[in-house]
């Protein structure tokens, strides 16, 4: 069975209205694979047959379940490892220098999935030894997605799924059992805060220093990807940090961002913010011993070792670009 154009069309119209979300022509198989099991759990005869019934009815409850089917949540602990790396080494450095007047640090984790990146995070931030009890680290997590929030909530995850980059001592330290899965402990699972948020539409939130935007504006055409980006702007402080996905850019779609290599991390950096110091070898206490008063401390096998996962030799210092690289 092949769903119509017209029902194809009545889907990425629907889809791109809530979501932004492009489901460019050539998507047809996707909307039947992801939509199968939803016609099939809620009665209907056939995908066609389910689209048919929201085209009649408007049926507000289908709506919602179709687009969250249709949103791409492919998401894992400490993706693409980089961006970790450089959060650890460069940035938690450079923020606790500038912001020690307010000890206060404020990450956005921007189309969170499951909850895996912003937990990444907050594993980064609790593990941090700059990072002590003085100090206040917001983790703020969104999606559009209200199931994927109420996953990331549950901070509750497969075998398979703690498998999937997160290593074996961040799993010992960081997670509990739960019967077969793994739960995220209290002590970093308190550090983030879930909200519903469309990146499509306007938004309030407060400044923010590091926004996590990976692998979402890839879904979004070039207009909405500009409004997006603008928006985020908007937010981020003058010398905040914006990590986005492998194949995503601001090139070509926001020249008030310039693009600063942190060894092999891209981030972009408002217009004149430059590149940060780089801490230099016992310089700042990132590879030292543990002294976070109300944080716990890091196991002595892991101190003075780069975030599992890091390449040999990847400290930062003397590997960034020079200013004004784009
Ligand atoms: C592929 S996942 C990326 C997850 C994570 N950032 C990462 O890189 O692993 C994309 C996420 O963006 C969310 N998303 C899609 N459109 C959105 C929108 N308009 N506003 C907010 N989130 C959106 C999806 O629900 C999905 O969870």
Redesign the pocket.
């Known amino acids: 069975m092949t769903i119509t154009a017209g029902a194809f069309a009545f889907i990425a119209d629907l889809v791109k209205q809530m979501?932004?979300?492009n489901l460019g022509p050539g998507k047809e198989y996707l909307v039947e694979n992801r939509l199968a099991s939803l016609a099939r759990d809620a009665g209907f005869r056939d995908v066609a047959a389910l689209i048919g019934r929201v085209q009649l009815s408007g049926d507000d409850r289908l709506r919602r379940q179709i687009v969250e089917a249709l949103?791409?949540?492919?998401?894992?602990f400490f993706?693409?490892r980089d961006p970790f790396n450089a959060l650890r080494q460069v940035i938690i450095p450079d923020l606790c220098r500038k912001r020690v007047a307010t000890h206060r640090i404020t990450i956005w984790?921007?189309?969170?999935?499951?909850g895996?990146?912003p937990y990444s995070i907050a594993m980064t931030v609790v593990d941090h030894p700059l990072i002590n009890s003085e100090w206040t680290v917001e983790i703020l997590a969104?999606?559009?997605?209200q199931e994927?929030l109420e996953k990331a909530k549950s901070a509750r995850y497969s075998q398979l799924e703690v498998n999937r980059g997160l290593p074996a001592p961040l799993l010992v330290r960081h997670f509990e059992r739960c019967e077969t899965d793994w739960r995220v402990v209290p002590a970093v699972r308190n550090l983030v805060r879930f909200q519903q948020?469309?990146?499509?539409?306007d938004f309030e939130l407060p400044w923010i220093d590091v926004v996590?935007?990976?692998?979402?504006l890839i879904?979004?055409d070039t207009t909405t990807k500009i409004e997006?980006l603008r928006r985020v702007r908007r937010v981020l402080r003058p010398d905040g940090y914006l990590f986005l996905?492998g194949s995503e850019t601001t090139l070509g779609l926001d020249d008030e961002f310039e693009r600063v290599m942190l060894g092999s991390a891209t981030v972009y950096r408002p217009r004149g913010a430059g590149v940060p110091e780089i801490p230099t070898e016992g310089a700042a206490p990132i590879a030292g011993p543990a002294a976070r008063p109300g944080l716990g401390s890091r196991p002595s096998s892991l101190a003075g070792s780069p975030l599992p996962g890091s390449p040999p030799g990847s400290s930062l210092a003397g590997s960034i670009n020079p200013p004004g690289r784009r």
């Open positions: 979501t932004a979300i949103t791409t949540n492919e998401t894992s993706r693409d984790s921007a189309g969170c999935s499951s895996q990146e969104t999606d559009i997605s994927m948020l469309n990146l499509a539409e996590f935007l990976r692998n979402v879904y979004f997006v996905g």
